[in-house]
């Protein structure tokens, strides 16, 4: 797992620990000091830790004008044990809520398993974002079914294109105005 980085290829166009207005701003990352895990095994030190003993994520991209941020996301999301969903609403979601951002894309391909509690925190985060959306793009299928059983999918948007979707490809704001085409169809 200590090979598996964050997506770096926008890092000339976006930097949070260069950011004033997010939560990770001035924090300094080793290539060569390894601290954290997940199941054990050591991850990569750019990924950051929000309080989360078992999820990881990065800030790929924020932009306040526009309103949106792009997230990786890298481990077990676990909300029984450690209510993972409470430390990353309050951590790092609310901070940028409060910076004017209304959307929100969540790349979780690298987010092995989910264990749901109840929904009171995505009905939060999905009311603080009323005018924007939250969507999902390549998590695996068994952490989306976990979703679904667990009534979750109300508040967040995923299935058919955003499944599968090669976003690598794109730049950030190419791939925010994607992801909005595709939910503009869905929602209106």
């Not at 679904?148 to 925010?176: A, T, V």
Request: aromatic share 18%; net charge negative; glycine share 6%.
């Amino acid at each position: 797992m200590h090979d598996l980085e964050p997506h770096y290829a926008w890092i000339n166009q976006y930097s949070a620990c260069e950011d004033p207005q997010s939560p990770f701003y001035g924090r300094e990352y080793s290539e060569f000091y390894f601290e954290h895990t997940v199941y054990n095994y050591l991850i990569h030190p750019q990924w950051d830790h929000f309080g989360s003993h078992t999820l990881y994520i990065k800030v790929l991209f924020a932009d306040y004008q526009d309103g949106f941020a792009i997230i990786e996301l890298l481990g077990e999301w676990n909300d029984a044990l450690y209510n993972d969903i409470m430390q990353l609403k309050r951590e790092v979601l609310e901070v940028l809520v409060d910076a004017g951002i209304q959307h929100f894309i969540l790349i979780g391909e690298n987010v092995m398993n989910f264990h749901a509690s109840d929904d009171s925190y995505y009905e939060e985060w999905f009311q603080d974002v009323e005018e924007g959306w939250i969507a999902l793009i390549n998590f695996r299928e068994h952490v989306l079914q976990e979703f679904r059983q667990n009534g979750i999918d109300y508040y967040l948007n995923f299935g058919g294109d955003l499944d599968d979707f090669p976003w690598r490809k794109l730049g950030p704001r190419q791939l925010f105005q994607h992801i909005s085409n595709v939910l503009a169809k869905r929602l209106h």
